[in-house]
């Protein structure tokens, strides 16, 4: 009889540590999805920066070049105003 309770009694404390456990893995579970959504979210982010970044630089070079055309002509426009001078 005695030993019959004590059984029990071991029963009903490993029945309560699972328990226990596994709410602690539900919310670890919970926690887990919300790093994921976090990750995913930063990372959708990131990207969109990166896409921005991108049109950034095509920007620049495509203005860089422009200045270079400009350049170009100005010399040209220089050269022949030393061309008209010095006649």
């Known amino acids: 009889m005695a030993e019959d309770k004590f059984i029990v009694e071991m029963l009903r404390s490993i029945q309560a540590a699972v328990s226990q456990t596994n709410q602690r893995l539900d919310k670890v579970e919970s926690h887990m999805?919300?790093?994921?959504?976090?990750?995913t979210a930063s990372t959708h982010f990131e990207q969109s920066v990166l896409a921005h970044l991108?049109?950034?630089h095509e920007s620049v070079d495509?203005?860089?070049?422009?200045?270079?055309?400009?350049?170009?002509?100005?010399?040209?426009?220089?050269?022949?105003?030393d061309r008209?001078?010095?006649r």
């Open 33 to 39: 999805g919300n790093l994921e959504r976090r990750q």
């Open 54 to 56: 991108a049109g950034i």
């Open 62 to 81: 495509e203005l860089k070049s422009d200045m270079r055309a400009v350049r170009g002509e100005m010399r040209d426009v220089h050269n022949r105003v």
């Open 84 to 86: 008209v001078e010095n």
